[in-house]
């Protein structure tokens, strides 16, 4: 339970369970809301904010936290359900002081913002009175990594110094290795103002891949927000597919433009999905499988799919197909499945372990019929082609769950899932 005097880093905090006084879990902790008092006065914390199920987040005010420790947060159970919208003198300690920069008011240098230490009076008030940072070496070119970590009384690095607004450089650095849609999930919890500066300092390679991974609002908000070169640069690194989704929610108008500013080849692709009506397996597909000859060898499709860009779902299927080799390529002739290809000596032409009997769908397929032949024949992927049997695509099982899953799916909870 809580102990008077005893201060309580915010970090370590993050993602605990809280629940009412009966036990019954609300919802997780996802930040801490901070209002600055007079000088002298560390600032007061004045609350909680909470995601509840469907990924909403409400406002719990400290005066309803009954119990913090280190494996949950016990509050009153009074918990008032409308979405959580930051005031004008609150601050969030994760979404606005985490990586801030600040300089020590004893003069040994700058720091950067690791972590926030919060505590109550006997009261019951609650005050943030310690920031732990991370100062960087003078003179030195290490990076601020490399710096030292100590913590500090809130006076000594806020109270009349110098503070920085939250560098989102700190933010790439401190995730640089996480996993695109890992990296989504933390600019999902961000607010909007953080999350366009934290997507304004990516690579264009590096956003095209979170991008995809987050949902369409948020792929617009962040889109939009640039000016129309950056932001076409960045939807001819997305797959086509996902950027045909993306420009599909936007005015057609805007879509013209981006796609007109996009490389030809590039736009090609995206308008030839965009051509198809939404829910048919064209609309889905990607334009750019890993496509062969008859007379390629194994060696040359293992090649192939160790490109590290295809996903594991492309790399399982070969299509084969008579010349031109990029789609609509030429007459289609059947697949060679990854495991065929590894029990397969390495001259071995493909035309000779074609798997004939997997019949290949038609892009104007419906998903059910899509979904069908996935779980019949238990693939990962599934060719398209049209109606002159020229291969134009592949479906991937990802592709088909993004479709068939509830728009806002990446909004839900394990509860919701499980429920």
């Not at 450089?169 to 999902?188: P, R, S, V």
């Not at 779902?313 to 197909?321: D, E, N, R």
Request: glycine share 6%; hydrophobic share 40%; charged share 30%.
């Amino acid at each position: 339970m809580t102990t008077p005097g005893t201060t309580i880093f915010v970090a370590r905090l993050l993602g605990l369970d809280v629940f009412d006084p009966h036990g019954d879990r609300i919802g997780r902790l996802r930040d801490v809301v901070v209002v600055n008092r007079s000088q002298n006065r560390p600032p007061a914390v004045v609350g909680l904010v909470i995601e509840v199920p469907g990924k909403k987040r409400v406002f719990v005010p400290m005066t309803r936290v009954n119990a913090i420790d280190a494996s949950q947060i016990i509050t009153s159970g009074l918990i008032n359900m409308r979405r959580f919208e930051q005031r004008g003198a609150e601050q969030l300690v994760v979404a606005d002081l985490f990586d801030r920069r600040v300089t020590l008011r004893d003069g040994s240098g700058d720091a950067t913002v690791e972590d926030v230490g919060i505590e109550a009076s006997r009261s019951g008030d609650w005050s943030a009175v310690e920031l732990y940072v991370r100062r960087q070496v003078r003179g030195s070119r290490l990076s601020l990594r490399r710096g030292e970590r100590l913590i500090v009384d809130w006076a000594d690095a806020l109270q009349g110094s110098s503070v920085e607004p939250q560098g989102a450089t700190q933010f790439l650095a401190a995730h640089e290795d996480l996993k695109a849609a890992d990296f989504a999930e933390a600019m999902h919890d961000m607010t909007e103002k953080r999350r366009l500066e934290v997507a304004a300092e990516l690579q264009d390679e590096r956003l095209a891949d979170v991008l995809q991974e987050l949902p369409d609002d948020h792929q617009v908000e962040i889109l939009t927000s640039f000016d129309a070169e950056r932001a076409a640069h960045v939807l001819e690194e997305m797959d086509p597919d996902d950027a045909a989704d993306l420009l599909n929610e936007l005015p057609d108008e805007q879509k013209e433009a981006l796609l007109g500013l996009m490389e030809p080849e590039d736009a090609k692709d995206v308008r030839r999905l965009l051509s198809y009506e939404e829910g048919t397996a064209g609309s889905i597909m990607t334009p750019l499988p890993v496509v062969v000859a008859p007379e390629a060898t194994v060696a040359e499709a293992l090649a192939m799919v160790r490109k590290e860009e295809l996903t594991p779902a492309l790399a399982s299927l070969i299509c084969v197909v008579r010349p031109p080799l990029e789609t609509p390529t030429g007459r289609y002739i059947g697949v060679v499945h990854i495991q065929q290809l590894l029990r397969s000596a390495p001259p071995e032409q493909l035309g000779n372990l074609v798997d004939s009997t997997l019949e290949p769908i038609s892009d104007m397929a419906p998903l059910s019929e899509v979904a069908r032949i996935l779980a019949t024949y238990n693939l990962t992927a599934v060719p398209v082609v049209n109606d002159q049997s020229r291969l134009v695509g592949l479906v991937t099982i990802d592709d088909l769950l993004d479709h068939l899953l509830p728009e806002d799916w990446r909004e839900h909870t394990d509860e919701e899932w499980t429920a």
